[in-house]
């Protein structure tokens, strides 16, 4: 990965560049993160929560939800704060899972702007992420891209807040 770019809070559309990249800090899963996702979701598929049933499998151990990697990935990416205040919606994901995310595994994720377009107000646009999830043997454990409606330069707080009620 090219060294990371520039990196500030609450990023607008216009500062968003195809092959902009950053990279997140890492953190690492814990047995306490699966159990309480598992309560949180209603997912106790046993590959996750019973640990002899997880033995005799392929993975030969619990390893962590599908869905639990990318909400991690994507608080990371929150964590850096360049689309604080200024993106306006998550309106696309396509994933993939490509291994475990197993207990003990510290990952952090690759972000890079694939491809950007205004959006038809001219007030904001679509900006495409390419997101690789890596653990700490820098295998990819996941990635997709992620659809994003970010705030363009010159909006200001009312005028992107929809009025309430009515």
Do not use: C
Not at 29 to 42: K, R, W
Not at 90 to 98: D, H, N, P, V
Not at 109 to 116: D, G, H, P, S, Y
Not at 134 to 144: A, T, W, Y
């Amino acid at each position: 990965m090219a060294a990371q770019e520039t990196l500030r809070r609450g990023m607008w559309f216009e500062d968003l560049e195809v092959g902009w990249r950053v990279r997140t800090p890492g953190r690492t899963v814990t047995e306490a993160d699966i159990v309480l996702f598992a309560g949180l979701s209603g997912d106790y598929t046993p590959l996750h929560t019973d640990a002899e049933y997880a033995r005799g499998t392929l993975f030969g151990e619990r390893i962590a939800h599908g869905l639990l990697g990318l909400s991690i990935a994507s608080g990371l990416a929150a964590r850096l704060g360049f689309l604080e205040e200024t993106v306006e919606a998550f309106t696309g994901l396509e994933w993939r899972f490509r291994a475990p995310i197993r207990i003990g595994d510290t990952i952090h994720a690759e972000i890079e702007v694939a491809q950007k377009r205004p959006a038809p107000d001219g007030r904001s646009g679509f900006v495409v992420f390419n997101v690789q999830v890596r653990n700490q043997r820098g295998e990819i454990v996941q990635k997709g891209q992620w659809t994003l409606l970010v705030r363009g330069r010159g909006v200001t707080e009312t005028e992107a807040t929809p009025p309430s009620g009515g």
